[in-house]
């Protein structure tokens, strides 16, 4: 039997990644920077997600999809930024798909969207093997989790671009090695960019936003250059 599951896992992966590329094309053609956001229950996605949106809404147009197993708690924390949201309630389903992000985005009418942000289930696992066309993705890690998470889930920070570490305003109180854990997720993930931040005293937020907004400057530029080839190509 264990062929067989894992020859039905590598269709799944197959079906979710020509959706992920349309969407991806789609967020392309649309100029929308789409970020996602994973990490283990508890990590404080949910806060320094509602930050993230609470200060872009001054200047972008911004929405987020939030997945979870049952609840819309999520989605109604999130909603006080005054962005748009959105549930996906993925029942017994640890994890979002790009079909899920598909589905949500049908006859959603939040106008042209500069940042589209999608804060997956909480998991380090699950995860990281769906793509869900998002052109950057964020991995956190909390103070309090402890510093040897990297090496424990390496997997999820190799398919990461940046890694964040949420409520640094605790990081005294715990004791925690910030040499230690950079140290790891550089042994997993050399290279990785790591932003030290906390939602609850803004440490690290400008910082964060600057590199949002660098990113998302670089890929308009990418995309206009790509698109003027194409025309001249099709004359």
């Keep these: 039997m264990e062929p067989r599951l894992v020859e039905v896992r590598k269709n799944v992966l197959k079906q979710n990644d020509v959706v992920a590329r349309v969407l991806r094309e789609r967020f392309r053609h649309e100029g929308t920077s789409v970020i996602s956001l994973v990490s283990s229950p508890g990590y404080g996605k949910t806060a320094f997600l509602e930050k993230t949106l609470t200060l872009l809404r001054s200047r972008y147009n911004v929405a987020a999809l939030v997945g979870d197993l049952a609840t819309d708690n999520?989605?109604?924390?999130?909603?006080?930024?005054?962005?748009?949201?959105?549930?996906?309630?993925t029942g017994t389903l640890c994890h979002l798909e790009a079909a899920?992000?598909?589905?949500?985005?049908?006859?959603?009418?939040?106008?042209?969207?500069?940042?589209?942000?999608?804060?997956?289930?909480?998991?380090?696992?699950?995860?990281?093997?769906?793509?869900?066309?998002?052109?950057?993705?964020?991995?956190?890690?909390?103070?309090?989790?402890?510093?040897?998470?990297?090496?424990?889930?390496?997997?999820?920070?190799?398919?990461?671009?940046v890694a964040i570490l949420t409520k640094m305003d605790l990081a005294a109180v715990v004791e925690f090695d910030e040499e230690m854990v950079n140290q790891n997720i550089q042994a997993v993930r050399p290279g990785m960019k790591v932003f030290k931040v906390s939602a609850k005293s803004g440490e690290g937020m400008n910082e964060f936003l600057e590199f949002l907004a660098g990113h998302r400057g670089a890929r308009h530029s990418a995309t206009t250059v790509e698109n003027n080839l194409r025309s001249v190509s099709a004359r």
């Design 74 to 89: 999520d989605a109604a924390r999130l909603a006080r930024s005054r962005a748009a949201v959105k549930q996906i309630t």
């Design 100 to 161: 899920m992000v598909q589905n949500a985005l049908d006859g959603w009418d939040t106008g042209p969207l500069d940042f589209l942000f999608i804060e997956n289930v909480g998991n380090l696992v699950c995860p990281s093997s769906y793509d869900l066309g998002e052109d950057l993705r964020l991995v956190l890690l909390s103070v309090t989790e402890g510093e040897d998470k990297p090496l424990k889930y390496p997997t999820i920070f190799n398919s990461a671009d």
